[in-house]
């Protein structure tokens, strides 16, 4: 049965690897990659082609996507969710602004310190503070977000304690 309201979107607690699309056998981003969802990391390290680096520590990410060909939308975006059911694919379409409103804050216990949406901005829209995380700040970026990850120094093996996780971006905000 597809799914007809925001509220019953699956939006579920995912292995960091698998929904961020992270894989020690591929050299290059998964561009077919759409499972969304969320993960709670240690740290996550944002970075921009500058070589400046963000560390969060104890992020709330938000894996999401945006449509193919949005439309531009002052100080939001068009989220497309691609989901199965017994007659094939279908996407769900939601706002970003009344996703973060409708489904986050319960994710928001425990408390994280901070958001970081790791999703792709292609008009490079300007996004509000979410009145609904309080003080919590918000990361996003602008462009094409890109998951990455890279061995820490002296390690020998591609396992979940021995890499740090990168988004890569543009530009980076906090808000």
């Not at 939308?73 to 969710?81: I, K, S």
């Not at 216990?109 to 949406?117: E, I, N």
């Not at 998951?147 to 120094?153: F, K, Q, S, V």
């Amino acid at each position: 049965m597809p799914v007809t309201a925001l509220a019953d979107l699956p939006f579920v607690e995912r292995e960091p690897w698998a929904l961020l699309g992270l894989d020690p056998e591929r050299t290059a981003p998964d561009r077919d990659h759409d499972e969304f969802g969320f993960c709670r990391l240690a740290e996550i390290r944002l970075e921009d082609p500058a070589g400046r680096i963000i560390t969060v520590e104890h992020p709330l990410v938000l894996a999401l996507h945006t449509r193919e060909h949005p439309e531009p939308l002052p100080g939001d975006l068009e989220l497309e969710f691609v989901l199965h059911d017994a007659d094939g694919e279908y996407s769900a379409v939601a706002r970003l602004s009344e996703f973060l409103l409708r489904r986050v804050p319960p994710l928001l216990v425990p408390r994280p310190a901070a958001v970081v949406l790791a999703l792709c901005n292609p008009h490079r829209t300007a996004l509000p503070h979410p009145a609904a995380f309080g003080d919590i700040p918000l990361y996003y970026g602008h462009g094409d977000v890109t998951a990455w990850m890279r061995r820490r120094r002296g390690a020998q093996d591609w396992t979940p304690g021995a890499v740090d996780i990168l988004l890569s971006a543009e530009r980076w905000y906090r808000v």
